[in-house]
């Protein structure tokens, strides 16, 4: 009899032993392995981003010159910090072309933006006649001056039945650098 109750004593603490067991299992596994797991696999995404952010910055940094040399080109040839000469600029600039190409400007609606603290835009729409020829040539003389506009949308247009004559409308945007004065 005493061999029964030993048997069935050993049988609960092994049991016992095997439910705690799980239960430190399966606790371990929730509070240790998880955790630890996903802080594994978080580093290892930071180090491969951090990796990628390194290449990227030797590509900066061997491409440094050339990045400063158009930074500079862009400043020098940004719109002027005053809004009353950057509109002159503009301005001289669009009656030079109109005349080189022979083209009639009928228009020239600007137009202030305060984008940011850093820049402000200057947009103009430009109306303008003439035929095919002359306007290719003052559009190419908008695209290959070296004034900091950008051409925004071209709108063409027939003016006759024949469409000898076509009008022209233009809407550009000039940069001006809010830079500190030293």
């Not at 500079?72 to 669009?94: C, D, G, H, W, Y």
């Not at 729409?125 to 051409?151: C, I, N, P, Q, T």
């Amino acid at each position: 009899m005493k061999e029964g109750r030993v048997q069935i004593k050993n049988r609960q603490q092994l049991l016992v032993i095997l439910a705690v067991t799980a239960i430190a299992l399966f606790a371990g596994d929730q509070l240790v392995l998880n955790p630890l797991t996903k802080a594994w696999n978080a580093r290892a995404t930071r180090i491969a981003d951090l990796r990628t952010k390194i290449t990227q910055g030797k590509t900066l940094l061997q491409r440094e010159q050339s990045i400063r040399g158009r930074w500079e080109q862009m400043s020098r040839n940004a719109l002027p910090n005053n809004t009353s000469a950057a509109e002159q600029q503009v301005f001289k600039a669009i009656d030079l072309w109109a005349q080189n190409s022979g083209v009639a400007v009928s228009a020239v609606t600007p137009q202030w933006k305060h984008d940011s603290d850093d820049y402000m835009t200057f947009e103009c729409r430009v109306d303008a006649a003439g035929d095919l020829g002359k306007l290719s040539r003052f559009l190419y003389s908008v695209e290959r001056d070296s004034m900091a506009l950008k051409l925004e949308s071209i709108e063409l247009g027939a003016r006759d039945k024949d469409g000898q004559q076509l009008s022209l409308g233009l809407q550009l945007s000039g940069l001006v650098l809010n830079t500190p004065t030293r």
